[in-house]
């Protein structure tokens, strides 16, 4: 994208371009192919992300960025990938550098990585955590047939630790999720270890969080409730944009995580959006609802949506009687997505009221 503009960059709206929202809501896979220019997105919060993810690193270490020895290799082919993609994708934003051992230049920090040649292992990860917004978990297929979690980058999970999949396998780690086991993981498992590097996919996933911090959420963490104080358009609707791509030389499963934030009260735009939360967490299977975390948001988030349901009803947005499960038809033919995200460099006024407390 040689006419790339960082300063208005967004993400594509994945609730539209993705099956991240689906009524009736149900546990799934739900994955589509992914076009190669898709695999890494970037916006303009681009540089306040790479600072993030410095600090996460700096206090975190090896809870968020470690290998194994099998891994290390895949870490350097990961990393060598990323160098030669980011110049051709983005050339506004990034520079191959003609040094000894190779580099690249990121325009938006300033900073020249060099000699990367060599690089592996926990190494080759930083060197990547200079680059982009995205995270990435690793796997690999053992010789028992099942895929193990095998090292990565993690700084951005909301709600676990790296530390805590490493060396476990695909069905050890989804263990607390609904369904999983019962009724994917034979079918994902089949997908991972079959797929081709030719044949990348993605997906996304969703969840409704207190705060921006990305490493960890508030409401993650065990018995902590939603602060009063906050209102309830600041919350957030966490999507994660999640690529899976298969190292061709080192056969290394790489998945990409990248979290985009998008506050309640930006939500007004999107026609039907509002109403289709609202019957999500009030139809849905309440097992698949708790494990979201929706006891501890709900009471405050749903009367809100009703809120912005009656004004787009006011705006002429939507009559009232759609189906919400059709709220992609609501966006015309040629008209624009609306924003897909809100940018986190600048804190919410939840945030900043809270901090003065």
């Given at each position: 994208?040689?006419?790339?503009?960082?300063?208005?960059?967004?993400?594509?709206?994945?609730?539209?371009?993705?099956?991240?929202?689906?009524?009736?809501?149900?546990?799934?896979m739900?994955h589509?192919?992914?076009?190669?220019?898709?695999?890494?997105?970037?916006?303009?919060?681009?540089?306040?992300y790479?600072?993030?993810?410095?600090r996460v690193?700096?206090?975190?270490?090896?809870?968020?960025?470690?290998s194994?020895?099998e891994?290390?290799?895949?870490c350097?082919?990961?990393?060598?990938?990323?160098v030669?993609?980011?110049?051709?994708?983005y050339?506004t934003?990034?520079?191959?550098?003609?040094?000894e051992?190779?580099?690249?230049w990121?325009?938006?920090?300033?900073?020249?990585?060099?000699?990367l040649?060599?690089?592996?292992?926990?190494?080759?990860?930083?060197?990547?955590?200079?680059?982009?917004?995205?995270?990435?978990?690793?796997?690999?297929?053992?010789?028992d047939?099942?895929?193990?979690f095998?090292?990565?980058?993690?700084?951005?999970?909301?709600?676990?630790?790296?530390?805590?999949?490493?060396?476990?396998?695909?069905?050890?780690?989804?263990?607390?999720?609904p369904?999983?086991?019962?009724?994917?993981?034979?079918?994902v498992e089949?997908?991972?270890?079959?797929?081709?590097?030719?044949?990348?996919?993605?997906?996304?996933?969703?969840g409704?969080?207190?705060?921006s911090?990305?490493?960890?959420?508030?409401?993650?963490?065990?018995?902590?409730?939603?602060?009063?104080?906050?209102?309830?358009?600041?919350?957030?609707?966490?999507?994660?944009?999640?690529?899976?791509?298969?190292?061709?030389?080192?056969?290394?499963i790489?998945?990409?995580?990248?979290?985009?934030?998008?506050?309640?009260?930006?939500?007004?735009?999107?026609?039907?959006?509002?109403?289709?939360?609202?019957?999500i967490?009030?139809?849905?299977?309440?097992?698949?609802?708790?494990?979201?975390?929706?006891?501890k948001?709900?009471?405050?988030?749903?009367?809100?949506?009703?809120?912005?349901?009656?004004?787009?009803?006011?705006?002429?947005?939507?009559?009232?009687?759609?189906?919400?499960?059709?709220?992609?038809?609501?966006?015309?033919?040629?008209?624009?997505?609306?924003?897909?995200?809100?940018?986190?460099?600048?804190?919410?006024?939840?945030e900043?009221?809270?901090?003065m407390?």
């Amino acid at each position: 994208m040689p006419d790339f503009d960082l300063s208005t960059a967004t993400t594509r709206n994945h609730v539209y371009v993705n099956k991240t929202l689906r009524y009736p809501y149900y546990q799934t896979m739900s994955h589509q192919p992914m076009h190669i220019n898709d695999w890494i997105e970037i916006d303009k919060d681009l540089k306040w992300y790479i600072d993030e993810k410095a600090r996460v690193i700096r206090e975190k270490g090896k809870h968020v960025v470690d290998s194994l020895p099998e891994n290390d290799d895949a870490c350097g082919e990961l990393m060598e990938i990323l160098v030669q993609y980011l110049p051709k994708r983005y050339p506004t934003l990034f520079e191959r550098l003609d040094c000894e051992g190779g580099g690249i230049w990121n325009k938006v920090t300033q900073e020249r990585l060099t000699g990367l040649e060599g690089k592996k292992g926990v190494d080759a990860l930083l060197a990547c955590s200079r680059l982009v917004e995205d995270d990435f978990l690793m796997a690999r297929e053992r010789d028992d047939g099942q895929v193990y979690f095998t090292g990565g980058l993690v700084a951005f999970p909301g709600f676990y630790l790296l530390s805590d999949k490493l060396n476990k396998s695909v069905r050890e780690i989804h263990q607390p999720v609904p369904y999983f086991n019962e009724k994917l993981s034979l079918s994902v498992e089949r997908t991972l270890k079959r797929f081709k590097p030719d044949e990348p996919f993605e997906r996304t996933s969703w969840g409704i969080v207190d705060d921006s911090d990305l490493h960890w959420h508030n409401i993650a963490t065990h018995d902590a409730s939603v602060p009063e104080k906050l209102h309830p358009k600041d919350l957030f609707f966490r999507v994660d944009h999640q690529t899976f791509r298969k190292l061709p030389r080192t056969r290394g499963i790489i998945f990409g995580v990248h979290p985009i934030m998008k506050r309640l009260e930006d939500f007004e735009d999107s026609p039907l959006i509002p109403e289709l939360l609202i019957k999500i967490h009030e139809h849905s299977d309440e097992v698949l609802i708790n494990y979201k975390l929706g006891p501890k948001y709900q009471d405050k988030m749903i009367p809100y949506l009703r809120g912005l349901t009656a004004r787009q009803i006011e705006r002429g947005l939507i009559n009232g009687t759609e189906d919400v499960a059709k709220f992609r038809e609501m966006i015309k033919e040629g008209q624009e997505y609306p924003s897909s995200q809100t940018s986190l460099s600048v804190p919410t006024e939840s945030e900043i009221n809270l901090s003065m407390q």
